[in-house]
């Protein structure tokens, strides 16, 4: 028999994620009893190294079962994700025990799972140096600072390596509970509780709902100046070559200054800034696809269209089918 352990952090631990994991894996051992079945975890519990867990300003609180002192064995470990704008080294410093305990039972066999900013603690156990780790796509460049021996993977809902299971931010956790639901009980199951939970079993990339903000907290004048350039002139085909000797910097330079700071390469981060504003007619507009792509700078439709569905992960049309409230399909 197995032992489930969903971990209530101290902190601001996100409620949802806590209930919603729990009643997805007793839903799926209830169902098994009805059918017959042995239980696939013997005992699914909450715990934490606090006897009590407000959130929400006190507005809620989670009551942990056992304190992890207690648990001597468990297969697998469930972390949580934490409330949006709350502090990750803060969260991390006040749960110092966890990771001990965490990166302990790791060594022992269990399997760890986390949901969205869960990773913070994962990462600070230094268990996925190396290895990919999915974050929702809006902390990823705060993750990267923080952790830069991580390969952080935000345009991916799910990643699994070596026993570790790491999810996109928001709702998505929800794909990685039915991935696991998948692992221990079966398609049949996960299938079931998708349709129970009304999830889309199936999704495996953040891409489509990334919105880009340009990383501007870096500190790098020289940087900031391009990309106040770049984003002035988004329309206009502007080489970095053109870019770097505007700024008096070489190309080489520019273009390792430019990706240490935000991730993108000078090319990328235009083509992000003209694919947002595409995005932001496609969801809006009745222009035609091929308006759209004139009025971002682009003159090949082809191109165009590769851009746009490397960086969405859809192509325009299916992005507007998706996104515009009345489906308009004019191409």
Same mark, same amino acid.
């Given at each position: 028999?197995?032992?489930?352990?969903?971990?209530?952090?101290?902190?601001?631990?996100?409620?949802? @994620?806590?209930?919603?994991?729990?009643?997805?894996?007793?839903?799926?051992?209830?169902?098994?009893?009805?059918? $017959?079945?042995?239980?696939?975890? !013997?005992?699914?519990?909450?715990?934490?190294?606090?006897?009590?867990?407000?959130?929400?300003?006190?507005?809620?609180?989670?009551?942990?079962?056992?304190?992890?002192?207690?648990?001597?064995? @468990?297969?697998?470990?469930?972390?949580?994700?934490?409330?949006?704008?709350?502090?990750?080294?803060?969260?991390? %410093?006040?749960?110092?025990?966890?990771?001990?305990?965490?990166?302990?039972?790791?060594?022992?066999?269990?399997?760890?799972?986390?949901?969205?900013?869960?990773?913070?603690? #994962?990462?600070?156990?230094?268990?996925?140096?190396?290895?990919?780790?999915?974050?929702?796509?809006?902390?990823?460049?705060?993750?990267?600072?923080?952790?830069?021996?991580?390969?952080?993977?935000?345009?991916?809902?799910?990643?699994? !390596?070596? $026993?570790?299971?790491?999810?996109?931010?928001?709702?998505?956790?929800?794909?990685?509970?039915?991935?696991?639901?998948?692992?221990?009980?079966?398609?049949?199951?996960?299938?079931?509780?998708?349709?129970?939970?009304?999830?889309?079993?199936?999704?495996?990339?953040?891409?489509?709902?990334?919105?880009?903000?340009?990383? %501007?907290?870096?500190?790098?004048?020289?940087? #900031?100046?391009?990309? !106040?350039? #770049?984003?002035?002139?988004?329309?206009?085909?502007?080489?970095?070559?053109?870019?770097?000797?505007? #700024?008096?910097?070489?190309?080489?330079?520019?273009?390792?200054?430019?990706? %240490?700071? @935000?991730?993108?390469?000078?090319? !990328?981060?235009?083509?992000?800034? %003209?694919?947002?504003?595409?995005?932001?007619?496609?969801?809006?507009?009745?222009?035609?696809?091929?308006?759209?792509?004139?009025? @971002?700078?682009?003159?090949?439709?082809?191109?165009?269209?590769?851009?746009?569905?490397?960086?969405?992960?859809?192509?325009?049309?299916?992005?507007?089918?998706?996104?515009?409230?009345?489906?308009?399909?004019?191409?």
């Amino acid at each position: 028999m197995k032992h489930l352990t969903i971990l209530v952090p101290d902190g601001q631990p996100n409620p949802i @994620t806590i209930i919603s994991t729990y009643m997805a894996f007793m839903q799926a051992e209830k169902h098994r009893a009805m059918k $017959g079945g042995n239980p696939v975890f !013997e005992k699914i519990t909450l715990a934490g190294i606090s006897s009590k867990v407000d959130v929400y300003n006190n507005l809620f609180s989670v009551t942990p079962i056992e304190d992890i002192s207690r648990i001597k064995k @468990t297969d697998l470990i469930i972390i949580p994700a934490f409330l949006p704008q709350t502090d990750p080294e803060k969260n991390i %410093k006040q749960n110092t025990k966890i990771l001990q305990w965490v990166e302990s039972h790791y060594k022992k066999g269990a399997e760890i799972a986390t949901l969205c900013t869960g990773a913070y603690i #994962l990462a600070s156990t230094g268990l996925v140096d190396g290895k990919k780790c999915s974050i929702h796509w809006n902390d990823a460049q705060a993750f990267r600072r923080m952790f830069p021996q991580v390969q952080v993977v935000a345009d991916q809902v799910i990643t699994h !390596e070596h $026993g570790l299971y790491t999810s996109g931010g928001a709702f998505s956790f929800m794909n990685l509970v039915l991935y696991l639901l998948e692992k221990h009980y079966g398609r049949e199951m996960a299938i079931l509780c998708s349709k129970l939970f009304q999830v889309d079993i199936d999704r495996s990339s953040q891409s489509p709902y990334i919105v880009f903000n340009g990383q %501007k907290s870096h500190g790098d004048e020289v940087v #900031l100046k391009a990309q !106040e350039l #770049l984003e002035k002139n988004s329309t206009d085909k502007f080489s970095t070559d053109k870019l770097a000797k505007k #700024l008096a910097i070489s190309r080489r330079n520019l273009d390792r200054r430019f990706f %240490k700071a @935000t991730g993108n390469t000078p090319i !990328e981060y235009m083509q992000r800034i %003209k694919m947002e504003s595409a995005k932001k007619q496609l969801e809006i507009s009745r222009k035609t696809v091929q308006e759209i792509m004139y009025e @971002t700078g682009y003159s090949d439709l082809k191109a165009f269209r590769n851009v746009f569905r490397k960086i969405t992960g859809l192509s325009p049309l299916e992005y507007r089918s998706k996104y515009n409230k009345e489906a308009i399909t004019v191409s």
